[in-house]
C-alpha cells in the first residue's frame, strides 16, 4: 500500500469510527434524560446560537457583505457522569455550521474520564484520558459556547476561528492539580496529547492552501498555571503549547515532508467586581517549518506572531450588559505593517493580512438565564484573522472593514 | 437618650418624628427598642409598651395584642412588601438583586433597608390610620392634648412599629444559614472550604462522602445574599466557573432547586448535601452548619 493510500485508509476508518461514536454517544444522550430524573449524578447540558452577520467588505462566517449571512449555527450537548466523587465521565457533540469554516459534521468535541486520585480540603490532584479541551488562555476550553463568551466572537487576536480545531481539543491525557490556600487557588494542567489536524482548515491556515499531503498531529505538550484570588475576583494565568505536526506529502507533491511546530505563550489577566469584567490577554506564537516543506517561503520559516487585547464588560443591570474591546494581532513581529510580506509577495498578497487592529463595542441581553440575545459592532483595520476559507482571493480583501453582528443563543 | 445610636432614618422630617415619639417614651420602652433593633430577637418574653403589648418567640413572631387590629395587620403586610419591592427594585438596578415576582418572604433586606421600610411603614401607617383613627399627628404634638390619650397613641404606635421589625428582622434581616443533610459529621466548616465547595472545586466530606451542592436559581435574592454574604464572592463569577466545569467536561454544575422549601426538602433527603435556608428552620431532617 503507497503512503498516500495508507493516509486515504486511515481516513477513511477513522471517519466510521468517528460516526460510530457520536450515534453512541446520541443513543447516550437521548436516554440520559430519563436516568437524570433520579440519578443526580448524571448531568446533560446542551446550547444552540445562531448569529447573523453583516460586513460592508470581506466575508466573515459566510457570504456577509450585502445582505448579511446566517451561515453562524452552533449547536452542543454535553453528558457528565460522576460515577465516585474519585472519578467522572464526559463527553460533548458539537454541530458547528460557521461560514466555510470546519465542516458541517457532527464532532466529537470533548469525551474523557477523569480520575481524580487525591483530594482533601487544601488540594487536589487528577488525570483524565481521552479527548480533552486544550487548557490554552481564558476561553478557549469553552470557546464554542455563546453564554461563555465575552461577545458574539471571541478576541479574534488570540482564538482565531481559522486554526479553531488546531486549538480547541486533542487526544491523550493531562494531569492536573489545585493548592487552595485561605482565599486563592492555584491550578495547573499539563497535557501530552496528539493535536486535531485531520481538518483541512489547518492545512490552509499553516501551508496556504489544501495541499495533497496530510497533515499529522505528533505528540505535544500543553501546559496552563491559574493563579485565582476568591473564585475570580482576580485571576491570573500563564499558558502554553508546543504543537508538534508533521506534513507527509501526498501524490505529485512538489513539497517534501517535515515537521511544523507552533509554540503559543498566553498571558491572561482578569478582574471582576460585582459591575465590571477586565480582561485583559499578551499572546507570542512561534512558529517553525522544516527547511523541507516548499510551501512556506524560507523567510518565513521561522516567524513570531504577537496579539493582545483589553477587553472591560459592563453589567448595566441583571439582563443589560456592556462590553467595549481593542484588540490587535501582528503574525509576523519583524513585519507589523505587513511590507515585508507584500514585497516578497509580489503584492499578490496584500500587506493587510499581516496585521489587524479592531475595536469592538457590544451590548448584551439576558431576557431569562437561558436565553441570551448579543449584538455587536467591530470597526476593523486589517485582515490578519479574515478567514481565508470565506475569502479565497486575498487580493481582493480590504483593509479597512465593518462587521455588525446579532446572536441568539439558548441553555439547558 | 442615645436614639441616634441606632436609628438612622433617611429624612430629617422622619427623624424629627421618630424623635418625639422617644423623647415621649419610658425607659423601659426605650430599653425594648434598643433591645429588638439591636436584634435580640432570640430572646423570649412578653414585651408591653403602655397599652401594646406583643409576644416575641425567637424565629416565629407571633402577634398578641388586643390592641392591634386585624385590619391593621392586614394593611401592614399589604404595605410593607410594596416598599420593600420599591426599595429592592432600587438596588436590583445596582445587583441584580431581585424579581419583581419575589413573594414577601423570598425577599431579604439589610438593616439599614429595614430601617428604611419600618420608618417609611410607621409614617404611612400613622397617616393612614391614626390620623383617621384618632385625628392626631405625632410628629408635631399638641400640647394641649391631654398626655394620656398622646402615650397611648404613641405606646401604640411604637407597638405596632416593633412588631413590624420583629416580624421583619426575624425573617429577613439575615444572609442564609449554610444546611446539610444530618449525614454530614462536620460540626463547623470556614469560609474558604466552603467557597470551595460551591465553586464544586471540592467534591468530598473529609470522611469521603460524596457532596451534593443545592443551589436556588441566579436570579433570587436568596440565592445572591448567600453568595455575596457567605462566599464573598459575586454569583456571576460562579456562574461562569460553573459553565467553564459543564463545558469542558471537568466537572459538573450544582443542582437547581426553584424554592427553598423544595431545597429544604432535597438536602434532607440527600445523604451528604449541603445548601442554604433564610430562614431558620431546623430540625432533625436538616441541621445548621456555622461558618467559622
Known amino acids: ?412 | 437618650m442615645g436614639q441616634k445610636e441606632y436609628l438612622q432614618p433617611e429624612d430629617q422630617g422622619t427623624y424629627k418624628a421618630w424623635t418625639n415619639i422617644l423623647a415621649h417614651a419610658t425607659e423601659e420602652q426605650t430599653r425594648f427598642f434598643q433591645t429588638v433593633h439591636g436584634k435580640k430577637t432570640a430572646s423570649h418574653g412578653v414585651y408591653c409598651l403602655k397599652g401594646v403589648c406583643a409576644r416575641v418567640s425567637p424565629y416565629n413572631h407571633l402577634f398578641d395584642d388586643r390592641n392591634i387590629s386585624k385590619s391593621f395587620l392586614k394593611m401592614a403586610v399589604r404595605l410593607i412588601p410594596l416598599k420593600l419591592r420599591k426599595l429592592l427594585n432600587a438596588r436590583c438596578s445596582r445587583t441584580h438583586a431581585c424579581h419583581p415576582r419575589n413573594r414577601f418572604d423570598e425577599i431579604t433586606v439589610n438593616s439599614r433597608e429595614t430601617d428604611s421600610v419600618l420608618l417609611w411603614a410607621y409614617n404611612s401607617i400613622r397617616i393612614e390610620h391614626f390620623t383617621k383613627r384618632n385625628n392626631i399627628l405625632l410628629d408635631k404634638p399638641d400640647k394641649e392634648r391631654t398626655s394620656n390619650s398622646m402615650y397611648a397613641s404613641i405606646a401604640r404606635c411604637i407597638g405596632h412599629f416593633l412588631i413590624i421589625y420583629i416580624a421583619l428582622i426575624s425573617a429577613h434581616s439575615n444572609a442564609a444559614d449554610v444546611i446539610v443533610n444530618p449525614s454530614v459529621s462536620q460540626s463547623t466548616i470556614s469560609q474558604n472550604t466552603l467557597r470551595a465547595i460551591f465553586g464544586m472545586r471540592l467534591l468530598q466530606w473529609p470522611n469521603g462522602e460524596p457532596i451534593t451542592v443545592f443551589v436556588l436559581p441566579l436570579k433570587n435574592p436568596v440565592h445572591e445574599n448567600f453568595i455575596k454574604e457567605r462566599l464573598g464572592v459575586f454569583p456571576h463569577q460562579l456562574e461562569r466557573n460553573w459553565d467553564l466545569l459543564v463545558f469542558s467536561g471537568t466537572g459538573q454544575p450544582p443542582i437547581r432547586v426553584r424554592s427553598e422549601q423544595e431545597m429544604r426538602k432535597r438536602i434532607a433527603e440527600t445523604p451528604g448535601a449541603i445548601g442554604y435556608l433564610s430562614r431558620k428552620d431546623f430540625d432533625e431532617n436538616v441541621r445548621l452548619l456555622p461558618i467559622q
Open chain 1, 1 to 412: 500500500m503507497k503512503m498516500y493510500d495508507y493516509y486515504r485508509y486511515s481516513k477513511h476508518v477513522g471517519s466510521h469510527l468517528r460516526v460510530l461514536t457520536c450515534s453512541l454517544a446520541i443513543g447516550v444522550c437521548v436516554t440520559l434524560p430519563a436516568w437524570a430524573i433520579d440519578a443526580k449524578s448524571i448531568q446533560v447540558h446542551g446550547f444552540a446560537s445562531q448569529a447573523y452577520t453583516l460586513t460592508d467588505k470581506n466575508n466573515f462566517f459566510g457570504e456577509s457583505t450585502g445582505n448579511g449571512s446566517f451561515e453562524a449555527t452552533e449547536l452542543g450537548v454535553n453528558a457528565s457522569w460522576r460515577m465516585f466523587p474519585e472519578l467522572q465521565l464526559s463527553g460533548q457533540l458539537l454541530w458547528r455550521k460557521v461560514g466555510n469554516i470546519g465542516n458541517d459534521k457532527i464532532q466529537f468535541d470533548y469525551g474523557l474520564v477523569d480520575y481524580r486520585f487525591f483530594s482533601n480540603e487544601q488540594r487536589h490532584h487528577g488525570l483524565r484520558f481521552g479527548r480533552i479541551k486544550n487548557p490554552l488562555g481564558l476561553y478557549n476550553d469553552t470557546r464554542d459556547v455563546a453564554f461563555t463568551r465575552p461577545g458574539v466572537i471571541l478576541p479574534q487576536s488570540i482564538y482565531f476561528e481559522r486554526t479553531r480545531d488546531l486549538a480547541l481539543s486533542s487526544d491523550g491525557g493531562e494531569m492536573y492539580g489545585e493548592l487552595r490556600f485561605a482565599a486563592n487557588t492555584l491550578g495547573w494542567e499539563l497535557m501530552v496529547a496528539q493535536p486535531r489536524t485531520s481538518d483541512v482548515d489547518t492545512e490552509i491556515a499553516l501551508l496556504g492552501a489544501d495541499r495533497p499531503g496530510h497533515l499529522g498531529g505528533d505528540t505535544s505538550v500543553i501546559g496552563r498555571l491559574t493563579y485565582d484570588h476568591l473564585e475570580g475576583r482576580l485571576r491570573l494565568a500563564i499558558s502554553s503549547a508546543r504543537l508538534n505536526m508533521e506534513y507527509q506529502p501526498g501524490q505529485s507533491d512538489p513539497s517534501g515532508g517535515g515537521v511544523i511546530r507552533f509554540t503559543p505563550t498566553i498571558l491572561s489577566a482578569q478582574f471582576n467586581s460585582e459591575d465590571w469584567t477586565i480582561t485583559t490577554e499578551y499572546a507570542r506564537r512561534n512558529f517553525l517549518f522544516d527547511d523541507k516543506i516548499t510551501y512556506v517561503p524560507p523567510s518565513l520559516k521561522t516567524i513570531t506572531g504577537q496579539s493582545y487585547y483589553l477587553q472591560s464588560e459592563y453589567r448595566l443591570t441583571e439582563k443589560w450588559e456592556l462590553m467595549a474591546r481593542y484588540d490587535v494581532a501582528y503574525r509576523n513581529v519583524d513585519d507589523k505593517t505587513g511590507q515585508k510580506f507584500e514585497d516578497m509577495a509580489a503584492g499578490a498578497i496584500p500587506a493587510h493580512t499581516q496585521f489587524s487592529k479592531d475595536w469592538t463595542v457590544g451590548v448584551r441581553w439576558n431576557p431569562s438565564p437561558v436565553w441570551m440575545v448579543r449584538a455587536e459592532q467591530h470597526w476593523v483595520n486589517g485582515t490578519a484573522w479574515l478567514p481565508f476559507q470565506d475569502n479565497p482571493d486575498r487580493a481582493k480583501t480590504s483593509q479597512h472593514w465593518r462587521l455588525f453582528t446579532v446572536l441568539v443563543s439558548y441553555r439547558f
